[in-house]
């Protein structure tokens, strides 16, 4: 192409027939970008980092690092690469179906809360790169989609591992197991996390609910075959999902707390801030989505100018 400028790129690519080298250069950037956004198959470093790192840390990988990835995709996806829809969308059928399929089947096998979101993360990527198999069918919406699920991604997510960060401060533990009867234990936790899994695994009213629905409509509004179909898979693991969300509101809520010494969940102002701050956005999303609609259509018109 001779620049690196964005629409110097999609001048240059916009040709009738691709070379061979100029079709493996796109895939080798998207390929790079699959690693910073943990998606299958560049994934594996997401679960033992997660896991390793200290749990504020974690959340800002989970959601930052994520994010800024899913960004520069927006960037490159519908400006750069705009006129190699040919390469773009098929390449992106595949990794948004195998990620969130894989995410959420190695999600179900966790027994470690953190591990657990982090192939939770990975799944969730998978719905978030699915837009992108419709980038040029759908162009509008996909966009609004991604940017919207961001926006709502980022609350639920980062209450949910204020909750893991409030927990483990008590127990000292990150197994599942450790938050059985947390219902009896530390009821606010409790349904603050509750709140945070109902969000991710897309139950109404709270957010998670519009950013997949957003994802799905978007894949139908295409009107193609691909899409309709990914739009199957998607339905599919938001199902799926639920399996491994619900075990650990199973553990909370229905199993009995385990033998302690007594002692009070004590949880610090700054956490507690944390919590109710994600919290009040989960819901006010959930029940107001419009608010990051908004977002994803200023988000659209400034990509596409």
């Not at 192409?1 to 790129?9: P, V, Y």
């Not at 390449?91 to 966790?110: K, P, S």
């Amino acid at each position: 192409t001779g620049s690196t400028a964005f629409d110097d790129i999609r001048v240059a690519l916009s040709g009738d027939d691709p070379s061979s080298m100029t079709i493996l250069g796109i895939l080798f950037v998207l390929i790079g970008f699959g690693f910073k956004v943990s998606a299958v198959p560049f994934h594996t470093w997401a679960p033992d980092t997660y896991e390793g790192a200290p749990t504020p840390v974690t959340a800002f990988l989970a959601v930052a690092s994520k994010a800024a990835g899913f960004v520069a995709l927006l960037q490159l996806v519908y400006v750069a690469f705009a006129a190699r829809d040919d390469v773009v969308e098929p390449f992106f059928w595949i990794m948004a179906a195998l990620t969130m399929t894989v995410g959420n089947l190695l999600a179900l096998r966790q027994t470690n809360i953190v591990r657990m979101l982090a192939y939770s993360g990975v799944a969730q990527g998978g719905f978030m790169l699915a837009p992108f198999a419709v980038a040029g069918d759908a162009t509008d919406q996909s966009i609004k989609a991604v940017v919207t699920y961001l926006i709502i991604y980022a609350f639920m997510n980062l209450g949910a591992f204020a909750v893991v960060l409030a927990v483990a401060a008590k127990t000292r533990s990150g197994e599942i197991s450790s938050y059985a009867g947390l219902f009896q234990r530390a009821p606010g936790l409790a349904t603050a996390m509750t709140i945070f899994l109902a969000a991710l695994a897309g139950i109404p009213p709270v957010g998670g609910w519009f950013a997949k629905f957003l994802i799905w409509n978007a894949l139908i509004d295409a009107s193609s075959l691909q899409g309709s179909l990914l739009a199957v898979v998607v339905a599919i693991n938001a199902v799926i999902a639920f399996g491994y969300y619900g075990r650990v509101m199973r553990e909370m809520w229905m199993n009995d707390a385990p033998e302690s010494d007594g002692s009070r969940f004590v949880v610090t102002p700054a956490l507690t801030a944390a919590i109710v701050l994600t919290i009040v956005a989960t819901v006010a999303l959930g029940i107001y989505p419009e608010w990051a609609g908004r977002f994803g259509d200023i988000s659209s018109t400034l990509a596409l100018r």
